[in-house]
């Protein structure tokens, strides 16, 4: 009963008794941001029963909030739409096709496939020519990485607002918008969860379009794959959004480390380092 004082609301762990000492961990939540244990370092049984000494450890642990940036948030991120921002799926597949690229040269009967919808296009198109899937990921991702944020951003006006405050960024998008936000604050970009100062934590389990595979673009050259899960596995190097719209002109076999973006989301690039930040 001296332990069960502690608090109502309490998580307790593995519990022993012998020899008039009982060991046992019990958690508290006390705020919507931290917790704290309490470990009970020993209570010892005396006689009569009110001679109890109860000895405690304390440790507070301060939990990030999760902040989750879904498909829309790029989208409708500027308060003019005046200024460009990355089109919804629905729009995606009629912006690639107007760069004369991959997206332009497939097939007529695909084509009408993605017009009703793009994860429905892109599971057709992994099927009939995944040849073609690298190049058509580094047309999609340099068209990406074109997007910058205005001075008047959502994203700079979310990101001002929660300065200094434990906060973790999930984005499911590929783009770049809420980096080069951040950027523009005069702040750095993690991709892991370490709190460091003056520094934006950002985890995306899709991938993202600096996510390039740390070789060089000319150790491979012209290669194309098909029928296969992932077509290398090799650590990845984040980079800044100009490399990586460059790496996306003179890399001729590869692409970053997306997922495919339809049912499934599979990843053909370094696909242990996408599972990485899903695990984060």
């Known amino acids: 009963s001296a332990a069960r004082s502690i608090g109502p609301r309490m998580k307790w762990g593995n519990g022993s008794f012998a020899g008039g000492v009982i060991n046992v961990t019990a958690e508290i939540i006390l705020t919507r941001e931290s917790v704290t244990t309490f ?3 020993s209570v010892s049984m005396g006689y009569p029963q009110d001679a109890i000494q109860v000895k405690v450890e304390k440790k507070e642990l301060h939990m990030p909030t999760l902040v989750l940036v879904g498909a829309g948030a790029s989208y409708g991120s500027e ?3 005046a200024h460009k921002t990355p089109p919804l799926g629905n729009d995606l597949f009629g912006e ?4 004369g690229g991959v997206a332009s040269r497939i097939p007529s009967d695909i084509k009408e496939v993605f017009e009703q919808g793009f994860e429905l296009g892109m599971a057709v198109f992994n099927e009939r020519i995944d ?3 690298q190049a058509f990921h580094r047309e999609l991702s340099s068209y990406l990485a074109d997007f910058v944020p205005s001075a008047d951003s959502y994203y700079i006006q979310l990101l001002n607002k929660l300065v200094g405050r434990n906060v973790i960024f999930s984005s499911l998008n590929y783009d770049m918008m809420l980096e080069e936000a951040a950027n523009m604050l005069g702040m750095n970009v993690s991709y892991g ?3 460091r100062s003056n520094t934006v934590r950002v985890i995306k389990p899709h991938g993202s379009i600096n996510f390039w595979p740390d070789i060089p673009p000319e150790m491979f050259k012209n290669c194309t794959f098909s029928r296969v899960g992932s077509v290398i596995k090799a650590p990845v ?7 990586a719209k460059h790496r996306c002109g003179v890399d001729t076999s590869f692409s970053p480390a997306i997922s495919m973006y339809a049912k499934g989301k599979k990843v053909s690039v370094c696909p242990d380092f996408v599972q990485n930040q899903q695990a984060l």
């Not at 690639?96 to 760069?99: A, D, I, N, P, V």
């Open 237 to 243: 190097k984040p980079v800044d959004r100009l490399s």
């Open 131 to 133: 040849v073609q899937l």
């Open 39 to 41: 470990r009970i370092l």
């Open 96 to 99: 690639l096709t107007e760069l």
């Open 79 to 81: 308060p003019c739409r």
């Open 193 to 195: 969860i370490e709190r």
